[in-house]
């Protein structure tokens, strides 16, 4: 992992830097993977498995179905260079289901 609780306390004291972001699109366009690609770039998994980890699928028969079906969401920090100084980011972030049956 990149961050510590820590930075992660920090950041929800500035909610002008807190980003809440879903990741929304049809059955079978990329939500699972780009949100394990966002999940691999703030070090929680590995950039080798960002794409086939479905990190937010947690249920079995999304793992064996692989397919969204309940939405799931994980917190992301992020430091962003301006200059010379580093601002963190708090990125809420929600893979939701592709398809209107599987609402939550």
Known sequence: VNFTVEQMREVMDHTDRI????VIAHVDHG??????SLI???????????????????????QERCITIKSTGVS????????EEKEGYLINLIDSPGHVDFSS
Do not use: P, Q, W
């Not at 980003?19 to 879903?22: G, L």
């Not at 939500?31 to 394990?36: A, C, G, R």
């Not at 770039?41 to 028969?61: E, L, P, Q, V």
């Open 19 to 22: 980003r809440n972001i879903s």
């Open 31 to 36: 939500k699972s993977t780009l949100t394990d």
């Open 40 to 62: 691999a770039a703030a070090g929680i998994i590995s950039m080798g498995r960002a794409g086939n980890a479905r990190f937010t699928d947690t249920r079995s028969d999304e």
């Open 76 to 83: 992301l920090y992020y430091e962003f260079a301006m200059e």
